[in-house]
């Protein structure tokens, strides 16, 4: 059975919309966004759909994280807190930054910072904290919110993976924090190829984060730069595309919930198969279906047969993988090497400490099934199918 995945057409809801919508910007000339009406329009719906006063479209997902960086100002060699369990996007604006990402551990049933862990961590140089809503389920934002504001410092969540995820109290994820980020790139609920927005209520946030962008270049002011600056605009092309996609994202988002929660009704049926915080013990423990959005769907191992299970299913022909990553990126080859030509600054004498609860997740205990709103209730049935018949379970 063919599992429709996010590298080909019938993986991805991209049709006549997102076609005519390129053709409307190539045919007015006019493929800056800076000149142009797509990106400012893109930014005005997804304010108005998260509800965020300012929103700032970019060029990729990294790029929104590299702007929501600047905007909590680290001065150099200042600690940003954030988790070993993400793309490396997370991670990169912090060492471009000339910051120190300080890992902390997360929480062994879905992957998500531990705010208790991020607690211990938080010292005198802390400027910020970068959640994730890994896989799209909801990171503890609330917690984390009330212990940035605790500390004055800034908490950015990071929503690549958790377009319409949900907060306890039904808030959308992106929107606890001072500074929201969401990617377009290919393999995301919607996507124009690359692209980014950074969602936040601070009009001194948008300010830096959208000058940032622009090569620091106020353009009310004329042709004058007021701070340092990239270019990290997203094209009109990009706009169009990803404002005829975002029509489509609560269908996505929807399909995506419908399939999922068809696949944890059948696997709750098998024994050896426990909810997340089920008391007793479990082969398989189930992901939190609250607020979730599906970008992937995780199981956990917590005997430490993870590798096993995905083996399984592999030879199944489900599309499910061990750990996500090859390795939590606190354990990433590139600490210790030079950062800069041969300058390690501000990372001299760095080495990440260890994460062990993301470390078993990563080598022992994740199975991640890929997700698609094209999935019917064949392709539950043949996850269910393959899932039962794991010689591991009783
Ligand atoms: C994809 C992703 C990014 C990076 O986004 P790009 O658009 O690929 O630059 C950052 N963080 C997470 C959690 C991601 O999944």
Avoid at 173 to 192: D, P, R
């Amino acid at each position: 059975m063919h599992f429709p995945n996010m590298a080909e057409p019938a993986g991805r809801t991209l049709g006549d919309e997102e076609t005519a919508a390129l053709e409307r910007v190539i045919r007015s000339g006019m493929l800056s966004s800076v000149w142009g009406t797509e990106a400012r329009a893109l930014e005005r719906e997804i304010g108005d759909l998260y509800g965020a006063r300012h929103v700032v479209a970019c060029s990729s997902g990294t790029a929104a994280l590299h702007l929501s960086v600047v905007a909590a100002a680290p001065d150099p060699g200042d600690e940003i807190i954030t988790t070993p369990i993400t793309d490396f996007g997370t991670v990169a604006p912090i060492l471009a930054q000339n910051a120190v990402p300080v890992f902390a551990d997360v929480d062994p049933s879905d992957g998500t910072l531990d705010p208790d862990a991020v607690k211990r961590l938080i010292g005198p140089r802390t400027r910020a904290i970068m959640a994730v809503h890994l896989f799209g389920a909801p990171a503890r934002a609330g917690e984390l919110r009330a212990l940035a504001d605790e500390h004055g410092l800034t908490l950015i969540e990071d929503c690549a993976q958790a377009w319409l995820t949900e907060l306890p109290g039904g808030r959308y994820a992106g929107t606890a924090g001072h500074v929201g980020t969401l990617s377009l790139q290919q393999w995301k609920h919607i996507t124009c190829g690359d692209g980014g927005l950074t969602l936040t209520d601070d009009d001194e946030l948008a300010r830096r984060m959208r000058l940032f962008a622009d090569k620091g270049w106020d353009r009310a002011a004329g042709r004058s730069h007021e701070s340092l600056g990239l270019n990290y605009r997203m094209t009109e092309l990009q706009a169009a595309v990803a404002r005829a996609q975002l029509a489509k994202l609560p269908g996505v988002v929807a399909s995506r919930r419908h399939t999922a929660a068809l696949l944890l009704e059948a696997l709750r049926a098998l024994d050896g198969v426990a909810e997340a915080d089920a008391p007793g013990e479990a082969v398989i423990r189930l992901p939190r279906p609250e607020g979730h959005a599906w970008w992937l769907l995780p199981l956990v191992l917590p005997g430490g047969d993870a590798p096993e299970l995905a083996a399984h299913l592999s030879a199944a022909g489900i599309p499910a993988r061990a750990g996500y990553l090859q390795e939590p990126l606190n354990r990433a080859p590139l600490w210790g090497r030079p950062v800069y030509g041969s300058s390690a600054y501000p990372l001299e004498g760095y080495r990440p400490a260890a994460c062990p609860e993301a470390e078993r997740l990563v080598e022992a205990t994740l199975v991640v099934i890929d997700w698609n709103e094209h999935y019917t209730r064949e392709h539950v049935d043949a996850v269910a199918k393959a899932v039962a018949s794991y010689p591991n379970l009783p």
